[in-house]
């Protein structure tokens, strides 16, 4: 006989064990399952799978724990024929991990009605099961890993809730089905089938929120058993009312009570929906509405915001979106400008304010750069402006110097923005008489000064062979450049051969040469001016500071008395 509603607390609970199972035997996981659910007030029985074959077998329970429901144990189909028909008048069924696979494997007609999930034969080799709020089963319970086998549930049926996940997958749903209601477990099982399909969570109690799921889902699926009559179309005591069916859409839903917004089931014509529960915050509000953007709850994991009006320059939208920038609209006190896109080039960039220089973005068209910053010494100037050689502003790593002007003859070339120096092609005047941009020596312009002042030419007369001080007393010299006749300071005269292009010498003592007759002939390797710190080899050119060094040691080396 079937309790009523009103002592569900205190159910009549049935432990179906595998037929021919030593249900007895101390240590199975029955006991131990017994134990905790006497513990809460209920009254159980461990009974063989075998033993309940009939309508009225079953109904001697609120509800049926299937554990004998795998591998070659396949003892439920002695009751399935029954077993609908007792879910429909109000008998509970909890169906712990195995069933949805047996029903692949064996023609299982009733059990297939009840069950919440279309038939899978799919499993895993343990997982971390997810749990899924909104569920009285599983209210406050937290995720937790499941050592042994879980079987998935497949796909929902209509009407059903999933409890928990694995990978994604459902592994446990509920269901109200006409009068009852079931439970399918697929991470829990209630009996031992060797290795990797173990029932340790239950056995040993390691994992208690998972205890805990097994133990409300066995009470939860008591709770709408109908007392004795309920449903024969007659008034009977402790009956509010009794339609003689088994519909719960209709004015008088199981366990004979008039339908009421909050008993789990929707009454046809009258109500959207009904989950049974206070949460506004789901698919169905208290007062069994369906959740809708406006309603002025935010529904979880669908609405960003609700505030119930359709003022667009609020923190939410109409739309229940979380206003942005971006999307359109001005939100007043927060943006000055929203032109509906993320577009950081145009008059509004990302940061919903109109577009100025300097704030990181550059403006199409009228901006060549934005760095956002107040540094002149990068790639962007204060002002927006592109930094170019000539603009007063030194260029880290670009420029060696910028005085802001393009003169190309003072300390920094004005084309370049480098230091001068001699080789670089540019006169830097006061300092250098030429710059040919080479380091050539004997071309017209060597150590960026000329080869030679004028066109004159020189002559040797004089008997300067044996001597090495070259000293001359031959006579006066007529310091005539066109007959090749030097005068020297001692009234010596030295005659030789015009030599174009060779220095006037202004030497003391007619010191002309180191010993040697000179030909006329420019020397190689000899006299370079003063510069010989710059070769004919050298890469690069001379210092002017370097160049007017030799040109002062030259003058000095020539002065009398040296």
């Known amino acids: 006989m079937l309790v009523s509603s009103s ?11 595998p037929a021919g199972a030593a249900v007895t035997q101390p240590g199975e996981v029955f006991d131990d399952i017994a134990a905790l659910l006497e513990e809460r007030g209920h009254t159980v029985t461990v009974v063989a799978g075998n033993e309940l074959d009939t309508l009225e077998e079953l109904q001697q329970f609120d509800t049926v724990v299937i554990g004998g429901s795998f591998t070659g144990e396949i003892d439920v189909v002695v009751f399935d024929a029954v077993i609908a028909q007792y879910v429909e008048n109000g008998g509970g069924l909890v169906i712990p991990a195995g069933l949805p696979f047996v029903i692949d494997m064996a023609a299982i007609p009733g059990f297939d009605t009840v069950l919440p999930t279309g038939p899978s034969s799919n499993f895993v080799n343990s997982g971390a099961v997810s749990l899924i709020d909104g569920h009285e ?7 937790w890993n499941n050592p042994s086998i879980s079987i998935l549930a497949g796909v929902l049926r209509d009407g059903a809730i999933a409890l928990s996940t694995i990978a994604g997958d459902f592994d446990s749903v509920v269901w109200d089905y006409q009068g009852g209601r079931v439970v399918s477990l697929g991470p829990l099982f209630t009996t031992e089938y060797g290795v990797g399909f173990g029932n340790e969570v239950l056995l040993d109690g390691s994992i208690p929120d998972a205890t805990e799921m097994f133990l409300r889902a066995v ?28 519909s719960n859409t209709d004015d008088c839903v199981n366990p004979c009570v008039p339908a009421s917004c909050g008993d789990h089931y929707v009454h046809a014509g009258v109500e959207l929906c009904d989950d049974g529960d206070a949460d506004n915050t789901d698919a169905c509000l208290v007062g069994c509405i369906p959740a809708s953007c406006g309603d002025a709850f935010t529904r979880v994991g669908v609405e960003d915001c609700d505030d119930a009006n359709d003022d667009e320059t609020d923190a939410c939208l109409s739309t229940c979106a979380a206003a942005s920038c971006g999307d359109g609209f001005l939100r007043a006190g927060v943006e000055t400008c929203d032109d509906g896109d993320l577009d950081d080039s145009d008059d509004c960039p990302g940061s919903c304010h109109p577009a100025v220089c300097g704030d990181g973005y550059v403006l199409a068209g009228v901006e060549p750069c934005d760095d956002g910053n107040a540094v002149n010494d990068d790639d962007c100037l204060v002002g927006c402006i592109a930094p170019v050689c000539g603009d007063g502003f030194l260029q880290n790593g670009t420029e060696a110097c910028d005085d802001a002007n393009d003169d190309d003859t003072d300390a920094c070339v004005g084309a370049t923005c480098q230091l001068a120096s001699c080789g670089d092609g540019h006169v830097f005047a006061g300092f250098e008489e030429c710059d040919d941009g080479n380091a050539v020596p004997g071309d017209g312009c060597t150590a960026c000064q000329q080869d030679g002042d004028d066109d ?17 007393s031959t006579g006066e010299g007529s310091g005539s450049s066109d007959s ?18 060779v220095d006037s010498l202004d030497s003391s003592g007619g010191e002309a040469s180191t010993g040697e007759e000179s030909t006329g002939e420019p020397a190689v390797g000899g ?15 001379a210092p002017w500071w370097l160049v007017v060094a030799g040109l002062w040691r030259r003058r000095a080396q020539r002065r009398p008395g040296r």
Not at 7 to 17: G, R
Not at 227 to 246: A, K, R, S, W, Y
Not at 484 to 501: N, W
């Open 137 to 143: 089963i599983v209210d406050g319970l937290s995720d």
């Open 7 to 17: 002592v569900a607390s205190a159910a009549n609970v049935a432990l179906e064990a």
């Open 484 to 501: 090749g006749v030097v005068e020297t300071t001692d009234g010596g005269e030295s005659a030789g051969s015009s030599s174009e292009g």
């Open 527 to 541: 006299d370079d001016g003063g510069c010989s710190c710059r070769g004919a080899t050298s890469t690069s050119a």
């Open 219 to 246: 009470e939860w699926s008591a709770l709408n058993a109908a007392p004795e009559g309920c449903h024969d179309g007659d008034l009977d005591p402790g009956e509010i009312c009794d339609d003689g069916n088994f």
């Open 456 to 472: 004159s030419t020189g002559s040797s007369d004089g008997s300067s062979s044996g001597g090495s001080t070259g000293e001359g």
